[in-house]
């Protein structure tokens, strides 16, 4: 006699794989079959998952159309079956599935379009760890400012492009007509975030993603300054920086 | 047990599941609307604006926390990840009570993201039983464990539905949502009296009645939670207020989602029924 482990298990066989072994411990009733009843629970499965990725992935979806999407989307689930309680998860790997899917090398615009919607989705609901004021900023002595580093927000996150993905994201967030997909001349650096309240894109120059992402590696003021000489006069480059930190505040990118 | 757990969660009217499609009118209006029955994965999150909803409605409105994912009867440990992060979340949120559903949900780390059966058996039972105590131990919140809808039987039941929910609640003590459509979609597929159900179930162990409706596939019924409550069900929940009643209600619509206003309606015949059945409701409204 099966036990209740070895019923779950073929129940479960039943759905990701469709083998149907499940259906000697089911009854047929008088009004149908068991293998149509079991079948509910199949059909129901992936039209749940692909469900949880339109809504997470909306303008992928748009710009895809529905039949290329559900046929993506059930590559995805069959390649990373959900594993974690809540489905808010379960599309985690859908940008990067998408950006390595062999029918859509000639597409990278589609991997880095999920990739932007993912990061709104991560600002959405980040940790809410209260930012760093223009206020608590100004408390610091001009002789600590060489040594200071700065931690980002959890919601903040930066994506390079090299595509045109956010062009046509922001086509498809407008309701325009899509634009047609290209690959860009030069990498297009965002950055996402939550600022009141609302998950939010904005590019970034090349000097100010450098030296966002150095700090973020640790770097403090004085070695972004630096850095920032890079691109501009070394006596520039200090009111440079000043410049790009007072945008971060005002903007919350960083934790107090 | 604490007192917390094993008192009776109180009588807290008729309300309805929250949806985000109802955050705006919810907030902005005042409709007539007593509490507010949660999805608690939807507050499951690190932060961020649903968080700040949940917190500018259970300042308002009772809240009662509802799963979909603790896969009470799953033959997998018990994910105590998930537990602590709802015990965590019902700590912030001081839900009436915590209600998730009397199914498994995957084994060996998957997760199907659905309501699955299981055979009646009094294997099953002795499984159940023992996860639901240590449920309730660590949370230190009444437990309510909802009826599902399903759509296939097992060979191996010994039970009958309403037998194996008895049973559970007497050896453990647990509350029961009673999802009136759900109780009329597996008596439709199953082939059983949805009365013999209602009548089966412990009259003093049920706190909430969920109002649903239900799509119709001539030969089965699925349980689609997209339209409104049909006939057949409203005459099944008076049933059930006249049998466990005055019992706690919600509209629980999960797809396919009108505005509030096409919702208020059933809210107020759910509270109408109640009345008409139990009239000290309406003393104690008017």
């Not at chain 1, 794989?17 to 499940?22: A, F, K």
Request: charged share 25%; with cysteine.
């Amino acid at each position: 006699m099966s036990t209740l482990k070895d019923i779950q298990e073929k129940f479960q066989q039943s759905i990701l794989n469709q083998d149907e072994t499940v259906l000697e411990e089911i009854v047929d009733t008088s009004k149908e079959e068991r293998d149509v009843l079991l079948g509910v629970y199949q059909h129901a499965y992936g039209a749940r998952l692909i469900e949880f990725l339109e809504n997470d992935y909306p303008h992928t979806y748009n710009y895809l159309g529905d039949e290329i999407f559900q046929t993506l989307s059930k590559d995805y689930y069959e390649a990373h079956p959900s594993d974690d309680p809540n489905a808010r998860w379960f599309g985690r790997h859908f940008p990067e599935f998408l950006s390595r899917h062999d029918e859509l090398h000639s597409n990278p615009e589609v991997g880095e379009l999920a990739h932007l919607e993912y990061a709104l989705g991560l600002a959405f609901d980040a940790p809410d760890l209260p930012s760093l004021t223009l206020n608590a900023f100004r408390q610091y002595r001009p002789e600590d400012w060489p040594s200071m580093t700065f931690k980002a927000h959890p919601s903040t996150s930066r994506l390079s492009l090299q595509t045109n993905a956010f062009e046509i994201w922001t086509s498809l967030h407008k309701g325009q007509d899509v634009v047609t997909s290209k690959s860009n001349a030069m990498i297009t650096e965002l950055i996402c975030w939550r600022g009141e309240n609302m998950a939010r894109f904005r590019p970034m120059s090349y000097d100010e993603a450098m030296i966002w992402d150095e700090a973020q590696k640790g770097a403090n003021f004085s070695q972004l300054c630096e850095m920032l000489g890079t691109y501009w006069p070394s006596e520039e480059a200090p009111l440079k920086a000043a410049g790009y930190l007072q945008a971060w505040v005002n903007s919350e990118f960083l934790v107090a | 047990m604490s007192d917390l757990k094993t008192s009776r969660p109180p009588f807290i009217g008729f309300g309805l599941g929250l949806r985000s499609e109802h955050y705006s009118e919810i907030l902005e209006g005042d409709p007539p609307i007593d509490w507010f029955e949660v999805v608690s994965e939807n507050f499951m999150v690190p932060g961020g604006r649903p968080l700040q909803i949940l917190n500018q409605i259970k300042e308002r409105y009772p809240v009662v926390m509802h799963g979909v994912s603790m896969s009470i009867a799953s033959t997998q440990p018990l994910d105590m990840d998930y537990l602590t992060n709802l015990k965590r979340l019902a700590k912030h949120v001081q839900p009436k009570w915590i209600s998730d559903h009397l199914c498994w949900t995957g084994v060996h780390g998957v997760n199907l993201h659905d309501l699955l059966p299981f055979p009646y058996t009094n294997e099953a039972l002795d499984h159940i039983v023992e996860r639901v105590n240590k449920v309730q131990d660590f949370l230190d919140h009444p437990l309510a464990l909802e009826n599902v809808s399903s759509y296939v039987s097992f060979k191996q039941s010994e039970l009958s539905e309403w037998e194996f929910i008895s049973e559970l609640t007497k050896r453990t003590g647990c509350w029961l949502l009673l999802d009136v459509n759900n109780v009329f979609v597996s008596s439709f597929n199953h082939e059983f009296d949805a009365l013999e159900f209602i009548n089966g179930i412990p009259e003093d162990r049920v706190v909430q009645f969920h109002m649903a409706g239900h799509s119709d596939h001539e030969t089965y019924i699925v349980d689609t939670h997209d339209a409104p409550v049909r006939d057949e069900v409203w005459e099944l929940y008076k049933a059930c207020q006249k049998r466990f009643g005055p019992v706690s209600t919600i509209i629980e619509r999960d797809d396919n989602i009108p505005p509030l206003s096409e919702l208020l309606p059933e809210i107020e015949k759910i509270r109408t029924i109640a009345a008409e059945i139990h009239p000290s409701l309406a003393t104690e409204a008017a």
